[in-house]
T-cell receptor, first 114, second 113 residues
Framework: DAGVTQSPTHLIKTRGQQVTLRCSPK?????VSWYQQALGQGPQFIFQ???????QRGNFPDRFSGHQFPNYSSELNVNALLLGDSALYLC?????????????FGPGTRLTVL | GQQLNQSPQSMFIQEGEDVSMNCTSS?????WLWYKQDPGEGPVLLIA?????ELTSNGRLTAQFGITRKDSFLNISASIPSDVGIYFC?????????????FGTGTRLKVLA
């Protein structure tokens, strides 16, 4: 049973650049959520995708955008990178329905902005 | 951003000891989740709670959904070295939207062999 996978594992960018992070949900899951985790803090909710649409968004600027594909995989795009965007970006998948609250996380993508 | 308050922030314990930690919020939750995160990895779901007063176990771990629905507790019995890590509580506050999960500040557990 394949778990949540994310790519790449690590990424280094410079200020002003754009980045795309990818996530494949756990087998059988249809919902993907993205989180940003700064060093020493808990994950912060960015947004959630279901049926290829953004269903809810956290307190993140429009520079953060996403997409969900028909196979339920998802991308997170960040434009005009700032130093403060350096963080671990986590993808979590879940199955809409009774157990939809149980989110399973991938290993994350470590983004460093120089 | 909004976070749940967890205590203690960190703790050192001896192997074999029992551990207790809690999570409190000013908002009501319908679901409480407990996760463990190891350095450089994503959080791993330990226990999910869905009803006020519910007590659920997963091996040596036991978690409770507080009666007020504003808190939750996690206990680890007979700790072992691999229990080391950061424990997070999480869930969707009732009035923030069903899908916007809030995470706690974390409890860092260190086990001395």
């Amino acid at each position: 049973d394949a778990g949540v996978t994310q790519s790449p594992t690590h990424l280094i960018k410079t200020r002003g650049q754009q980045v795309t992070l990818r996530c494949s949900p756990k087998s059988g899951h249809d919902t993907v959520s993205w989180y940003q985790q700064a060093l020493g803090q808990g994950p912060q909710f960015i947004f959630q995708y279901y049926e290829e649409e953004e269903r809810q968004r956290g307190n993140f600027p429009d520079r953060f955008s996403g997409h969900q594909f028909p196979n339920y995989s998802s991308e997170l795009n960040v434009n005009a990178l700032l130093l403060g965007d350096s963080a671990l970006y986590l993808c979590a998948s879940s199955l809409m329905g009774r157990t939809g609250d149980e989110q399973f996380f991938g290993p994350g993508t470590r983004l460093t902005v120089l | 951003g909004q976070q749940l308050n967890q205590s203690p922030q960190s703790m050192f314990i001896q192997e074999g000891e029992d551990v207790s930690m809690n999570c409190t919020s000013s908002s009501i939750f319908n679901t409480w989740l407990w996760y463990k995160q190891d350095p450089g990895e994503g959080p791993v779901l330990l226990i999910a709670l869905y009803k006020a007063g519910e007590l659920t176990s997963n091996g040596r771990l036991t978690a409770q959904f507080g009666i007020t629905r504003k808190d939750s507790f996690l206990n680890i019995s007979a700790s072992i070295p691999s229990d080391v890590g950061i424990y997070f509580c999480a869930g969707p506050p009732m009035f923030s939207g069903t899908y916007k999960y809030i995470f706690g500040t974390g409890t860092r557990l260190k086990v001395l062999a």
